[in-house]
């Protein structure tokens, strides 16, 4: 079945430092990509998305890239803030199903 | 527009009891789906309501239920509670199945077992 495989955390940054969350996936079709934040004793809250092959989606200097070919979809940011300190969810959505990774944990240091 | 509401925010029950969480979506939103989140196993899909209808369900024991009113509004109901239930529930709302980069999220439920 669908599913989606994220980098342990927690992930460990100085502020400024740049950002890499991994995600790959496995479906059938063409699945819907996402990204989601959740920021301490809050739901989850759409970051991003990309809905077909080579699609980039971005938003407050996040970015990620749907990569067919190697089934991935990682999440980069050029220069954390403190404030960037959560929890990020990778999800697929295939019909009318979404499905999360477990999460990474980013925490930010001054 | 109120967002997505969920009561009560923190819960603490006993192994054998039961419990009811209970979700307002958005205003206008069909579609309810609440998802289970613990450290080690992230989020895991429960179940999806659509006008007062079970449209999807994931692989929880029959101790999990959920139920859809006329206005939208949902409850979830686990029974005989075990330890292995504490967690945060969350609840989501749609306007419709399908619409999944419209998905709203509550701030959940943080369930604690003893």
């Known amino acids: 079945g669908d599913s989606v495989t994220q980098m342990e955390g927690p992930v460990t940054l100085s502020e400024e430092a740049f950002l890499t969350i991994n995600c790959t996936y496995t479906a059938t079709g063409y699945p819907s990509l996402f990204w989601y934040v959740q920021y301490p004793g809050e739901g989850l809250q759409l970051l991003l998305k990309?809905?077909?092959?080579?699609d980039k989606g971005s938003n407050k200097g996040f970015e990620a890239t749907y990569r067919k070919e190697t089934t991935s979809f990682h999440l980069e940011k050029g220069s954390v803030q403190v404030s960037d300190s959560a929890v990020y969810f990778c999800?697929?959505?295939?019909?009318?199903?979404?499905?999360f990774g477990t999460g990474t944990r980013l925490q930010v240091f001054p | 527009k109120a967002g997505v509401t969920q009561t009560p925010r923190y819960l603490i029950k006993t192994r054998g009891q039961q419990v009811t969480l209970s979700c307002s979506p958005i205003?206008?939103?069909?579609?309810v789906s609440w998802y289970q989140q613990t450290p080690g196993q992230g989020l895991q899909f429960l179940f999806e309501y659509f006008s007062e209808t079970q449209r999807n369900k994931g692989n929880f024991p029959g101790r999990f239920s959920g139920r859809q009113f006329s206005n939208s509004r949902s409850e979830m109901n686990v029974s005989t509670l075990e330890l292995g239930d504490s967690a945060l529930y969350l609840c989501?709302?749609?306007?419709?199945?399908?619409?999944?980069?419209?998905?709203?999220f509550g701030s959940g439920t943080q369930l604690s077992v003893l």
């Open positions: 999800a697929l959505g295939n019909t009318d199903k979404l499905i």
């Open positions: 989501a709302s749609r306007l419709e199945i399908g619409a999944n980069e419209k998905l709203f």
């Open positions: 990309a809905t077909k092959a080579d």
């Open positions: 205003s206008g939103h069909r579609s």
